[in-house]
């Protein structure tokens, strides 16, 4: 019997104490639980990944052996065990911060870098356009498969680009070899749009926006992110447009509409 059909890559975090470590049990096919993973971190930091097969069942349990949650592998996907990370609890230094300062200073900073920026690869700086169709309905089946797994983004120490004290904003971490799959196809597309061949670094996401979300215009690093694509996988309600706004070469302003 060949279940290679079935095999998939799944992804778990500890979200259930910032204070101490959980582990995971594999209940086999005789309903026992048999010891999987120990010791693991809390946070995205912390996350696991292994290949499992559809169907397997999984429990999360504390230091002291109490069953937290039990799983079910449905799909490649992130399991998240415990109560998100909250951005929007602040601590004591959080709370004394003036965002709207720091705001203003990171908009001046992101300034001079485009400045700093030597080589261009295209007239305009960007273009917008399609995915393939495998790939882009790959990654609308794991975030379908994947949305009930979603937990708030990580945003502590990282600045303000995204106003994670005002507004949740979420997030789904991709496994490693799914986003080793979807890398190696875009890599093609960005090739094909610089010009020239370029070194695949770093794949981010995904993030989901939520009302009254926003990302501050930025640089992207020039180390990395010489060239980049962003994709829009999903939306839906929207009461008005939500474009990403796009500095050409020349400093002039687009509202590119995804």
Sequence with gaps: LDHSCNKVEVCFINYH?????IKTNWINFQGKPQ??????????????????FMGHKFEALDQDDNV?????????????????????ILSSSDARRNFTD?????????????????RTFSPLGFKKGKLPRDVFASMGAFYYNNR??????????????????ETDVMFVQIPWSL?????????ELV??????????????GLRQYTEGARLLSHVDRHETHAVSLIVNVAQGNLTEPWPVEVQDHRDRLHEVIM
């Design 191 to 204: 090739q094909d749009w610089a010009g020239v061949p370029v070194e695949q670094t770093v794949m981010y």
């Design 102 to 118: 720091e705001i203003r200073t990171t908009l001046r900073h992101e300034w001079v870098r485009h400045e700093r920026v030597t």
């Design 179 to 187: 986003k080793k799959i979807w890398q190696l196809r875009l890599l």
């Design 148 to 165: 009930g797994n979603i937990v708030n983004e990580e945003w502590g120490g990282k600045g303000v680009f995204v106003n994670w004290w």
């Design 68 to 88: 937290l949650e039990t799983f079910e592998v449905k799909s490649v996907g992130v399991k998240a065990f415990g109560a998100a990370y909250h951005n929007r």
């Design 17 to 21: 104490d910032r204070s101490s470590t």
């Design 35 to 52: 010891p999987h993973l120990d010791d693991l971190e809390y946070g995205e930091r912390g996350t696991r990944c292994f290949v499992s």
